[in-house]
């Protein structure tokens, strides 16, 4: 084995002794969000290729923004929404297929569990909960689970520092 070798194989078992809490550190880009229905159902909430990252950092805060290509705006380039320039059918058009989230982050390791405190939200009634995904890594890969009256799996890729 040479140096090169002897290196790398250092730094990937250094990777895999990582705490659980870790292994989340970083930018992670949106590949696919599926979601299961009881009867066997599959849907793609965000479009078949969905754009999104999600972040998590060492001080224990993440945010999440995930969106559905293509959605469709009749609001003109320069009107705000805060300003109160647009309908509601406007703002309706503009957040159909758009969710952006931010808060703490913990994770527990025996439940395999991570936990996005939300402490703000596109979406009201979500701020102050907590959001509880199973997790597991592969490779470069992390993939989030949540299960309510259907099965989300969300897979995200991690980017380059």
Known sequence: ?????MIGTIGFATA?????RDRFIGVWKLIRCERKSKDGRIDYPYGENPVGRITYDKAGRMSAQLMRPGRRSTVAPGVSFIAGNAGSEEIRDAVDGFIAYFGAFDVDEPAQTVIHHVQACLVPSWVGTD?????RFDANRLVLTAATTSVLELVWEREPD
Request: cysteine-free; overall charge positive.
């Open 1 to 5: 084995m040479n140096r090169r070798q």
């Open 16 to 20: 895999l002794q990582a705490a659980p």
């Open 131 to 135: 959001l509880k995904r199973t997790y």
